[in-house]
């Protein structure tokens, strides 16, 4: 039986979070910083981590 992906909770709740709140980004930001700090533990072992190959371009911030 194939392992359950170790960050499938957090993607789903990605999922949920922006159907929730009309796909605005900023309104999961807490959960999408959960979904990178699932796939610095596990990467190399979750697919879902395939969309998050940099750890942090949420939290840098572009200087102006």
């Given amino acids: 039986m194939p392992q359950k992906d170790p960050c499938q909770k957090q993607a789903c709740a990605i999922q949920a979070c922006l159907q929730a709140n009309k796909y605005v980004e900023s ?38």
């Fill in 27 to 64: 309104m999961c930001e807490d959960v999408i910083r959960e979904m990178r700090r699932c796939c610095q533990v596990h990467a190399g072992k979750s697919i879902c981590c395939s969309g998050f190959k940099d750890p942090r371009p949420a939290d840098i911030k572009p200087s102006t």
